[in-house]
């Protein structure tokens, strides 16, 4: 574990920084920055599970880091809404007792999460506004504008004894943001032009040469769309993408048609945007879901859930033709606007698949300009180095060859300056030291992922884990027997409960044999091992294991059952 040293030349101590989260992969964003006595943590995001992680139905950081010094956490700092940056806030929030800083939007949906898992917090929300500052112990916090997918996006800067750090969150430079609250150039200017000692930045996009386009630039193809359908127009996106929804809002009273929000998330969010202002509806636009089919569908725009293909979404459930009130016909149009998030192309693959088998039209960012993403490309990324003019810089957000592709290009863009910037491209875990000259990593903490089954904040095990791999491909079998606890005799005949155990077509069932190796063990056992229920679970688990993957080369998970009687 590392401590606080101090810096011999000012005899004050170092400042810590610890990304817990998010460099390396899309999603689990987190970070914690100390000093002295006085540590805070930016964002706790989530990410959803691979395929492979059976059963899990949430991933999140591992906070060890932050738990173990509980006393020092003064804060939890929130850059915006999106689940990557704030979908493990129930996990953390209980562990210590500060304020949790955050825009009106940001708060409100992190409001709603914490009321999902019973946790009342209210009087800890802490709203801000860009330009605010807070002092949290020896740090000042300061927050800045920034433009992205939705509203209410904030970079944070962080005063501290040893100079200034540098948080950008997500970003991208949008020149024409429908709100009309632009990225605040001028601030990270001046920051910049006083010194900022390292500058933490997004590196989602990094290798996308030029500009990202503006929220607006999918106005033309949804135009296109809307004009040429015939049948309902389906737009399926993320429910935060508030900016996306107000377009298609925009677009449905241009065009007549009304509007229905379908799916919880789509309901819920868009809700909460009206009542905060960041969702404009003209009255008498929004239908209900049972209204849809009372319209003609040359008048409804729905706006849904299940942009990743989840199982449970309202779009699934349409694609199979299982929804209650939204059905899809062949003069009917489909559009994904949003990016595929890594690891989810089967899932979405499949449920497009099944929306052509209803006859609709798919259109997706391959075919039409219906998406834009909401990171920063390449020349936005070079333009806040230029901006900021860190003496430090470390990459964030993204996969390791992005990272080491932003560090590369600030390195080439920083060559022929007079102090040149120093790059560190660092790791989740690593611990970072900085001094008012510069910045290096010093140690190494834990740092990783918690696998969350159903509500359990401590997560499951890598051998829970292991079982269910186990049982997914091979198989349970469940013998259960029944022994007089005097005596030490088997009563009746060993049953043998199997699941998804696969015995081949016209092959003799393993099953008879797998009693009879029961019965002969337990005739060959004495009295006191047949007493000894621990021990005969053992071995007729292993005599088990034994006989099935000689017997049909599996090997199914053995979990033998013993009552006594």
């Given at each position: 574990m590392s401590v606080h040293q101090a810096d011999p030349a000012s005899n004050q101590p170092l400042l810590e920084v610890v990304p817990l989260g998010g460099l390396g992969e899309f999603g689990l964003n987190s970070m914690a920055v100390s000093y002295a006595d006085t540590l805070i943590a930016i964002d706790a995001g989530s990410m959803f599970p691979e395929p492979e992680l059976l059963g899990i139905d949430l991933i999140v950081p591992d906070f060890t880091y932050l738990f173990e010094r509980a006393a020092n956490t003064k804060a939890l700092v929130l850059t915006h809404g999106h689940e990557d940056h704030i979908g493990a806030v129930p996990y953390v929030v209980k562990q210590f007792g500060g304020p949790i800083?955050?825009?009106?939007?940001?708060?409100?949906?992190?409001?709603?999460?914490?009321?999902?898992?019973?946790?009342?917090?209210?009087?800890?929300?802490?709203?801000?506004?860009?330009?605010?500052?807070?002092?949290?112990?020896?740090?000042?916090?300061?927050?800045?504008?920034?433009?992205?997918?939705?509203?209410?996006?904030?970079?944070?800067?962080?005063?501290?004894?040893?100079?200034?750090?540098?948080?950008?969150?997500?970003?991208?430079?949008?020149?024409?943001?429908?709100?009309?609250?632009?990225?605040?150039?001028?601030?990270?200017?001046?920051?910049?032009?006083?010194g900022v000692l390292a500058l933490f930045s997004d590196s989602t996009n990094i290798e996308r040469p030029g500009f990202t386009g503006s929220e607006i630039d999918v106005v033309p193809a949804f135009e296109e769309i809307f004009a040429s359908t015939r049948g309902k127009v389906v737009v399926t996106s993320f429910a935060t993408s508030v900016y996306r929804l107000q377009i298609l809002v925009n677009m449905a009273a241009q065009f007549g048609r009304k509007v229905a929000f379908v799916g919880r998330g789509m309901v819920d969010s868009s809700q909460l945007a009206q009542r905060l202002g960041y969702l404009k509806v003209p009255a008498g636009l929004v239908i209900r879901e049972s209204e849809i089919k009372s319209h003609p569908p040359s008048d409804v725009v729905c706006l849904v859930t299940g942009s990743q293909g989840e199982p449970m979404s309202a779009l699934s459930r349409i694609a199979i033709n299982d929804h209650r009130h939204v059905a899809l016909a062949p003069d009917d149009v489909v559009v994904f606007s949003a990016r595929e998030i890594p690891g989810n192309e089967r899932s979405i693959d499949r449920v497009v698949n099944h929306i052509a088998r209803r006859g609709a039209d798919i259109i997706n960012e391959g075919t039409k300009h219906v998406h834009v993403s909401g990171h920063g490309s390449e020349e936005e990324l070079k333009l806040l180095l230029s901006l900021v003019r860190p003496r430090c810089f470390i990459p964030i957000h993204g996969s390791f060859r992005q990272r080491a592709r932003h560090a590369r290009i600030g390195e080439r863009l920083t060559r022929n300056l007079p102090n040149r910037v120093e790059v560190l491209v660092a790791e989740n875990g690593d611990v970072l030291h900085f001094d008012r000259d510069g910045g290096w990593i010093a140690d190494k903490v834990p740092a990783g992922r918690v696998l969350i089954d159903g509500t359990s904040v401590t997560g499951i095990g890598d051998e829970v884990l292991r079982d269910r791999r186990h049982l997914a491909e091979d198989g349970l079998v469940v013998p259960v027997l029944a022994i007089n606890k005097q005596t030490g005799t088997v009563e009746g005949v060993p049953d043998i409960i199997t699941r998804g155990l696969v015995v081949e077509q016209g092959a003799e069932s393993p099953i008879p044999g797998a009693a009879r190796l029961i019965a002969d063990l337990l005739e060959s056992a004495s009295l006191e091992e047949r007493t000894d229920y621990g021990m005969m679970r053992d071995k007729i688990s292993v005599e088990l294991r034994r006989y099935f993957r000689k017997r049909a080369g599996q090997r199914p998970l053995v979990l033998p059952v013993i009552m006594e009687i």
């Open positions: 800083y955050g825009t009106p939007m940001t708060l409100a949906l992190v409001e709603a999460k914490l009321a999902e898992h019973g946790i009342e917090a209210a009087d800890r929300l802490v709203p801000v506004r860009p330009r605010d500052r807070f002092v949290v112990g020896d740090l000042t916090v300061e927050f800045l504008r920034v433009t992205h997918s939705m509203p209410d996006c904030v970079a944070v800067a962080i005063h501290t004894p040893v100079g200034v750090i540098v948080h950008t969150g997500d970003f991208k430079v949008d020149q024409t943001p429908l709100d009309a609250e632009h990225f605040d150039f001028h601030r990270f200017s001046e920051l910049g032009g006083e």
